[in-house]
């Protein structure tokens, strides 16, 4: 089973950055598609980003486009989501996720970290 940790969470104010990272346990993190969701109390937890296997295809929830990108580093079992431009509605838990299939479907992923906090505050 795999492990995700997620790490760089804190509380920015409105048009800062923050960047977060997961780290992935395991020799197969490279075969397998991740992506960043977030949750907040009793909302649905809704995909930001994902990314493919390789790290050649992205996608972005529209409320993220131009502000947050994903990226990953096979060699190190990392994964990033470098967020600007904040805005106090981006205050959620974010969570890190691998897929069992590809990156666009958010269905298919089943494995999660325990989420780092991010709040915004306005």
């Known amino acids: 089973q795999v492990q995700l940790v997620e790490s760089g969470g804190g509380l920015v104010q409105a048009g800062g950055s923050l960047r977060l990272s997961c780290a992935a346990s395991g020799r197969t993190f490279g075969s397998y598609a991740m992506g960043w969701f977030r949750q907040n109390p009793g909302k649905e937890r809704e995909v930001v980003a994902t990314i493919s296997f390789s790290g050649s295809s992205t996608y972005y929830a529209d409320s993220v486009k131009g502000r947050f990108t994903i990226s990953r580093d096979n060699a190190k079992n990392t994964m990033h989501l470098q967020m600007n431009s904040l805005k106090p509605e981006d205050t959620a838990v974010y969570y890190c996720?691998?897929?069992?299939?590809?990156?666009?479907?958010?269905?298919?992923?089943?494995?999660w970290g325990q989420g780092t906090q991010v709040t915004v505050s306005s």
């Open positions: 996720a691998r897929s069992r299939g590809g990156y666009s479907d958010p269905k298919r992923f089943d494995s």
